[in-house]
């Protein structure tokens, strides 16, 4: 059974930066890609980013571009995404999930993905 646990989410200001965490086995980073998605209220859940596990190439939605990095974390056995120069309209719940069928990033697609974590909350508001 694939578990990933979100961590990290928080309450900042905007402009300020949050690093929210992904956490997995190890087989799991190394055999799936990896992806980060969104949820505000009302709205549809958005992807945000992906890694590859096959060789660490990334993808953004073009919201998030120039602002949020993907990276993995070895050490920590962890997908991580650090996101700068927060905006109100980042606010959502985050989500990270497992593309069981590919280790390439093929698209920030809800439906490629699988294995939901249970996500974390970020909050932008002065």
């Known amino acids: 059974q694939v578990q990933l646990v979100e961590s990290g989410g928080g309450l900042v200001q905007p402009g300020g930066s949050l690093r929210l965490s992904c956490a997995a086995s190890g087989r799991i980073l190394n055999e799936y890609a990896i992806g980060w998605f969104r949820q505000a209220p009302g709205k549809e859940r958005e992807g945000v980013s992906c890694i590859s596990s096959s060789d660490g190439s990334t993808m953004y939605a073009d919201s998030v571009k120039g602002r949020f990095i993907i990276f993995r974390d070895n050490a920590k056995n962890t997908v991580d995404l650090q996101m700068n120069s927060l905006k109100p309209e980042d606010t959502a719940a985050y989500y990270c999930?497992?593309?069981?069928?590919?280790?390439?990033?093929?698209?920030?697609?809800?439906?490629?993905?699988?294995?939901w974590g249970q996500g974390t909350q970020v909050t932008v508001s002065s």
């Open positions: 999930a497992a593309d069981l069928l590919s280790a390439e990033c093929t698209g920030l697609v809800r439906g490629f993905f699988g294995s």
